[in-house]
Nanobody, 127 residues
Framework: QVHLVESGGGSVQAGGSLRLSCAAA????????MGWFRQAPGKERGGVAS???????NYADSVKGRLTISEDSAVNTLSLKMNSRKPEDAIMYYC?????????????????????WGEGTQVTGSS
């Protein structure tokens, strides 16, 4: 059974940095693309960053240059480093597993391409 647990959320000052983590279990981690998504209250969940099984990364235009996705396959952990926090970054973040085994190069940022989700971790902070 796939199990994802996000952590690392909390309060961060505007312009500050934060690292989110996602501990994955219950499946062969290295065989699946992974993604980070975020959702504000009353809005749809949107893709932030994804990483394919070759280590290639994909980012939403709104976060390019500020957020960095990475992973440590040895410990089945996905990370998201956030720099220069903006007001719109202070929302809920989720990690997810792609629904296709070996999704290929260039994992998408579409939530419909991902099947398993964590419970999320909240990033907060004043503007």
């Amino acid at each position: 059974q796939v199990h994802l647990v996000e952590s690392g959320g909390g309060s961060v000052q505007a312009g500050g940095s934060l690292r989110l983590s996602c501990a994955a279990a219950g499946y062969r981690y290295s065989s699946y693309c992974m993604g980070w998504f975020r959702q504000a209250p009353g809005k749809e969940r949107g893709g932030v960053a994804s990483i394919d099984t070759y280590g290639g990364t994909n980012y939403a235009d709104s976060v390019k240059g500020r957020l960095t996705i990475s992973e440590d396959s040895a410990v089945n952990t996905l990370s998201l480093k956030m720099n220069s926090r903006k007001p719109e970054d202070a929302i809920m973040y989720y990690c997810a597993v792609h629904k296709i085994w070996y999704c290929g190069r260039g994992a998408s940022l579409l939530s419909t391409d991902f099947r398993h989700w964590g419970e999320g971790t909240q990033v907060t902070g004043s503007s």
